[in-house]
């Protein structure tokens, strides 16, 4: 029997505006907010890449990804609400 190897996909890469890394040291809040936006892109894509990936991924591995995602997602979602409920709130 012949197996046919699907190419492993790469990832698309960043615009030139996205830079690699972010910074974690001390910065301007204006800065601060410029990654926040640059890490929303990122988060885009990557959902993006996760919804698309129908073809050339065996049904294990997508599974595994997508709960693993999902599980980051659910916590992150609820940290983010914490903050801006608390931010609210004042």
């Known amino acids: 029997m012949t197996t046919t190897r699907v190419p492993a996909r790469t ?6 505006e996205l830079p690699r890394r972010l910074s974690l040291l001390p ?3 204006d800065e601060r ?3 926040i936006e640059v890490l929303r892109q990122r988060i885009d ?5 996760l ?3 129908r073809n050339g991924t065996s049904a294990e591995a997508k599974e595994k990804a997508i709960v693993s ?4 997602m659910v916590l992150l979602e609820g940290q ?4 801006k409920e608390e931010l609210l709130l004042g």
């Open 51 to 53: 919804c698309s990936t």
């Open 11 to 16: 990832a698309a890469p960043l615009p030139p």
């Open 27 to 29: 910065m301007t809040t």
């Open 45 to 49: 894509q990557a959902v993006d890449f």
């Open 69 to 72: 995602f999902h599980e980051r």
């Open 80 to 83: 983010l609400s914490r903050i």
């Open 33 to 35: 907010l410029k990654q």
